[in-house]
């Protein structure tokens, strides 16, 4: 069955780095285009970024273009977010999901990015 | 672009039906029928519920329907049950750009 299992979260100061990864199976990785999705403690869902199936085109959230990057490795089965100059406000739980034609069909279990002093 | 307008709650006794809205624009909502709403259960991942505005996926109970008019996507849910006091979320899928709703919190009263 269709897995992604998130990893990478954890305690960053402000203006540091961290870098998440989403390891899929189950299913033809590089077949599919894949998003970052963040939801914030008590908010709501807010989309962050998505990779074409080959990684040779990515787009972000307007507020996050510069700061976070959005990469893959077909060859590992596996979706990237790396996060720099982090922010508080960036303090969320952050998915990895599937797209089939429009729509989220599988996510992952989210991993916990805390941005604190 | 800004986010898609939910109300913040609804609710409704068992066995009504609560339609809960998805308001966008002429460039989101109203220009794609890639309109998708996702259910969440408190510290969960959001699970999808209603895709392409009107389709079901397999398993989902079909006391759940989408519809869609104008700049306005709307979320059924009938013959309400205690298990369906969630949030839920729609979508708009644009290609480059997702675009969600702030969420409705259903309650099962």
């Known amino acids: 069955q269709v897995q992604l299992v998130e990893s990478g979260g954890g305690v960053v100061q402000p203006g540091g780095s961290l870098r998440l990864s989403c390891a899929a199976s189950?299913?033809?990785?590089?077949?599919?285009?894949m998003h970052w999705v963040r939801q914030a403690p008590g908010k709501g869902l807010e989309w962050v970024a998505l990779?074409?199936?080959?990684?040779?085109?990515?787009y972000y959230e307007d507020s996050l273009k510069g700061r976070f990057t959005v990469s893959r490795d077909n060859s590992k089965n596996t979706l990237y977010l790396q996060m720099n100059s982090l922010r508080p406000e960036d303090t969320a739980v952050y998915y990895c999901?599937?797209?089939?034609?429009?729509?989220?069909?599988?996510w992952g279990q989210g991993t916990l990015v805390t941005v604190s002093s | 672009q800004s986010a898609l307008t939910q109300p913040p709650s609804a609710s409704g006794s068992p066995g009504q039906s609560v339609t809960i809205s998805c308001t966008g624009t002429?460039?989101?909502?109203?220009?794609?029928?890639?309109v998708s709403w996702y259910q969440q259960h408190p510290g969960k991942a959001p699970k999808l519920v209603i895709y392409?505005?009107?389709k079901r996926p397999s398993g989902v109970p079909d006391r759940f329907s989408g519809s869609k008019s104008g700049n306005t996507a709307s979320l059924t849910v009938s013959g309400l049950q205690a298990e369906d006091e969630n949030d839920y979320y729609c979508?708009?899928?644009?290609?480059?750009?997702?675009?969600f709703g702030g969420g409705t919190k259903l309650t099962v009263l």
């Open positions: 189950g299913f033809t990785f590089s077949s599919y285009v």
């Open positions: 392409e505005v009107n």
């Open positions: 999901a599937r797209v089939l034609r429009s729509h989220f069909d599988s």
């Open positions: 002429s460039s989101d909502v109203g220009d794609y029928n890639y």
């Open positions: 990779i074409s199936y080959d990684g040779s085109n990515q």
């Open positions: 979508s708009s899928y644009a290609g480059t750009t997702v675009l």
